[in-house]
């Protein structure tokens, strides 16, 4: 297929405009295989090129504006007919060339714009051409990415469906850019998990079903080789530390470590780990200071999501370390928690999955009133609908009991206590280690009256995660209700250190006021509760509380 004149393929003189769907197509690893086969790899690429790419560009009315040897500029009138020509080659490439080696396959990767384009002789020029290039490069191989107004457009009409990338800062485009990735089986990735992990394949790894997250090595900026020990320590820390968490899929220290020393893509990084985010920092040491720099980024965009500094004077250096590591850890759970959450707000609410929907119900948890609290229950019971064996959704369900029944009165309490219990118990039974459900079920138990049984309950749900903020918010109300207000304050700010945002700290903060109380400490409690007002103004328990304390 030959190249058309420019001003042909919009329809238009020389400098004319026309609103146009463009397709860019560039071919992956081109240089490489060049180098590995020249000629071999050529009458391949023209064999693809005359049998499968030319054949569909004419079926769907495309032309060809430019080519680049490895790339390729098309033009179509319709949208629908661009997609559907991308669609047709990313399917029929990977049967067309076939019997080669992993690493020496023929694949491409597709960016699809629609916009105005201005002819200048044989050259198209405008956005609409130059985000459908840029778009390309965030494209896996074999896939296709593409703008809000193309997914807009084919969404209902053709039988595809998207995943979101989010808004990409895009190199040479002013504003960011919203794309979508097309979800399908183009045969470019192996069948199976087992084939990616067992065959050597330098294809993209499926997203696990859960958050996935890569802690790179701590660049060791010190100059020093002796300080790598202290920056190795920081990153492996971490990594154990995030393990910990049951909502995270964490990627083993020997696997993330193969990238010391290297400068690193975290697009390319997200790819071959098959993870959604990085964990990437610094450590600088001078004399007696360390600073640590440390930044989560969406391996899909590229974007920070959340970045900090830590300076510290080295005293009791593995001290130093354990505080960064908690520090870093707290603050990054909270942050993947909001990306996802963000992702899943834009999807509508029948197009969710299971974990989709449990980040919707904790958004909604997090409005802290009465009607969102109804609202996430709903999710949490929709997540259950989808997938029977969620734990954590059963565990978050019995928290909106507890909520209608303790703090909107919504549900008589000991009704609620006993939903909560039940419900909590369908967790345990999918997850016996849930600490989250292990601490739900002691408050139940002690709410019940069964002060024993709720201290055993909460000493399993601490023993299987020593980080737990509900296991350490629900023992701390647990001990200043049974006569240890001062211990159970400690635990109630450990709590409230561990997971600062979290909608829920409006009961912990509730329960640090009735310590004082409980200790006839009155100018203290009044002080904790108009803290606590300050902070959750619609929370109707503090306000009882500083009225006690006041008389």
Known sequence: MSVTKASDLIGGSLGGRKLIAV???????????????????????????????????????????????????????????AMRCAVKVQQQVPDHDVGH??????????????????????????????????????????GICVSRAVRDHVHGRLDLAFEELGALSLKNIARPVEAFVLTFDTGTAPKSLEESLFHNTPEVLPLPDKPSIA????????????????SDGVAEDIITELSRSRSLFVIARNSSFTYKGHAVDVKQVGRELGVRYVVEGSVRRSGARVRVTAQLVDTKTGNHIWAERYDRNVIEVFAVQ????????????????????????RKLPENLGAWEAYQRGLWHVAKANAADNGRAKEFFEQAISLD???????????????????????????????????????????????????AIL????????????ARERISLALASNANSPLAHGFNGALLVWSGHPSEGRDELLIALRLNPRDPDNSYFATQIVISHYFEHDY??????????IAQYPGYPSPYRWLAAALG
């Open 322 to 345: 354990d505080e960064i590591t908690a520090a870093v850890t707290a603050a990054i759970l909270p942050a993947v928690t909001d990306a996802e959450q963000q992702r899943a707000l």
């Open 523 to 532: 100018t203290s409690a009044t002080a904790a509760a108009k803290r606590a």
């Open 101 to 142: 080696a992993p690493d020496r396959t023929i694949r491409f990767r597709i960016g699809i714009n629609i916009g105005d384009a201005i002819a200048d002789g044989t050259d198209l020029h405008g956005d609409a051409v130059n985000i459908a290039a840029r778009l390309q490069a965030e494209s896996p191989p074999g």
């Open 23 to 81: 397709v860019y197509a560039d071919m992956v690893g081109y240089s490489r295989l060049i180098g590995l086969d020249d000629s071999g790899t050529l009458d391949r690429l023209r064999a693809v090129r005359s049998q499968v790419i030319d054949p569909a560009i004419a079926e769907h009315g495309g032309r060809l504006a430019q080519t680049g040897g490895d790339s390729l500029l098309i033009v179509f009138d319709s949208i629908d007919g």
């Open 215 to 230: 802690v790179l090595p701590f660049t060791n900026m010190s100059g020093d080789p002796e300080q790598e020990y202290f």
């Open 388 to 438: 029977t064996t969620f734990a954590a959704a059963y565990s978050h369900l019995a928290l909106t009991f507890i909520r209608e029944g303790g703090v909107y009165a919504t549900r008589r309490f000991d009704d609620a206590s006993k939903l909560a219990g039940t419900t909590t118990l369908k967790a345990i039974e999918n997850d016996p280690n849930d600490s989250d459900a292990l």
């Open 442 to 453: 002691a408050f139940a138990t002690q709410t019940a009256g069964n002060v024993e049984g």
